[in-house]
């Protein structure tokens, strides 16, 4: 019998510390899949968030760099800038990247920096506990928006992948989700798709993956990849949003 | 013939598995708890196992590996 | 090589690329502008990046991101800057990357003017940001000692994985003065095996880090790098003496003020007084033997510290002279400089007993 599915050699063979059933684990491993098909794991340069994946220096078996909340993708400059031949990505969360970190990643993708951002919206904070995040659906119930986000208080959910896909330094946009199996096939792809970009120096690619939070949306882990399924992606439509030629 | 082993001492039983397996074979055992306190997947009736590896790939801790 | 005339800010930019600095992350603001123009006019020259950030904020993560990456990096601002960049200088000095960070002062607090000041004394040697961690903090008072303090301050910063800052003032970084660029013998400096430059396999897996979740390890961590101040403090002291031998008054002042209170010491010296000064170079770490020495000489009868600030070095002067000698302050702030007779009348009431 032959080997079908195996851990990837990207991804560090010790326990993640993620709540059961969180797909943080899933986009861990087809970022470490997308790097050992493209064979880049000795050249790339991770960038880990402040959040639920801030351990992910921990994971990712390659050398890394732990950046101050929201920061990830201007220390991801600063690598690339020194090294402009090695791969480097940022993986990042919904608080960090659309909020704390909105200047960074606007600036980043503006200034077309070739590196990869794996964004991930589950639409919550949950490392801090179930705050509501730029990308909270609106009367989504959150610890800081327990009457439901509501748009006259709160605004409205930002839709990063659309926003960024503006700006003329995105060379690769695509917002794909990780609730069913062709979902996944379909997220290694676009992940491997953005760092191929990088690597024929296109300019910055971002992957935007819908997520979810069983713990924090107090819900069973199939029960989240339903909600996702009904209630994320009506508002978070997926597909490539920029697609430089 | 094909086969799925679980490191079922790293599962945390979040059933995603179980809930994508076309077979309907990956089930939770409910006789033992793992060092994690968990009932850990696993296929009782492996012969049944097409080895298409969507219990693998859905699984968030990566502790499923596929034979076939 | 032969004397040029240069403006500081553009001073410290030349001495920078000189010293290997390839790398230049900054965002604009009055009074070190210079700084970053000079910098990315002659940087893609030199082979380097010069790199217009966001914001102060992004600039300094950039720093870090390329220290990290084992280059040669700074950044400049001033006062306000400094303020935003000061949770990347916590993660910079956490996570024990070198670089060299330049403020050129003005006066605060708030949006305060674009003059010269010293009242980020505290906010520079005290911390700044969050934890327990300092700066070598290094205080130039010509702008040859800047473009050599430059150099020290890299290779510093190379020496002990520290972040070093260069602490000048809008006097200093907008005055044209004669300098020298001499070819500079590095130190010894240790590889930079930690940085991340893509892992093969042939060193552990480099990761830059700040993050210690477990609480002992943490401490330990924090132990190791206050281990590394202990030596910094052994090896790196700087301060001048001047003319303190029979002082009567030593006057205490870095930076610009003590270029000031040196005219204020030659007034002082046609009337017949005595006056020393001891001008620290390095703020951080502190040269508390310098003055617990020349407190305790029988000549010295007061201690008097010149600012441009309402009195921040003055704590620590008065903290290394432990109460053996009274000491006395005078300071201007707001972007106003002192004047010598300003100052030589502080040191006659001082000197009278009356301060």
Redesign the interface.
Known sequence: ???????PKS?IDI??H?????????VH?LVAEAMDELNI?????G?APVGCA?FA?DYF????????HG?AP??????????PD?VVFTYQGDGDLASIGA??I??AANRGEKITTVFINNAIYGMTGGQMAPTTLLDQVTATSPYGRKPETEGYPIRVSEMLATLEGAAYIERVSVH??KH??RAKKAIRKAFEYQLEGRGFTLVEVLSTC?TNWGM???ES?KWLQDNMIPYYPLGVKKEAK | MAKATFDENRCKGCELCVSVCPKKIVVMAEDRINEKGYHPATVEDMDKCIGCAFCAMMCPDVVIEVEK | MSKVLMKGNEAIAEAAIQAGCRYFFGYPITPQNEIPAYMAKRLPQAGGTFLQAESEVAAINMVYGAAGAGARVMTSSSSPGISLKQEGISYIAGAELPCLIVNIVRGGPGLGGIQPAQSDYFQSVKGGGHGDYHLVVLAPSTIQEMVDLVQEGFDIADQYRNPVMILGDGMLGQMMEPVEFEERKSRRLPPKDWATTGWKGDRPRAVINSLFINPQVLENHVNKIYRKYQEIKANETMAECCNCEDAEIIVSAYGTTARIVKSAMEMAARKGIKVGLIRPITLWPFPTETFQEWAQRDHVKAFLTVEMSMGQMVEDVTLSIGGKKPSHFYGRTGGMVPNPADILAEIEKVRGGNA
């Not at chain 1, 794991?41 to 340069?45: G, M, Q």
């Open positions: 019998m032959a080997k079908v599915f195996e851990r991804l326990p993640m993620y709540c059961p059933g969180c797909t943080h684990g899933i491993r794991r000795e050249k790339t340069i960038v801030v220096y078996n390659c050398d890394m760099q732990e950046a101050a920061r201007a220390v991801a400059a600063g690598i690339k800038r020194v090294h090695n200047a960074e606007v600036h069913d199996i996944i096939v069983p069973t882990p199939a990849l």
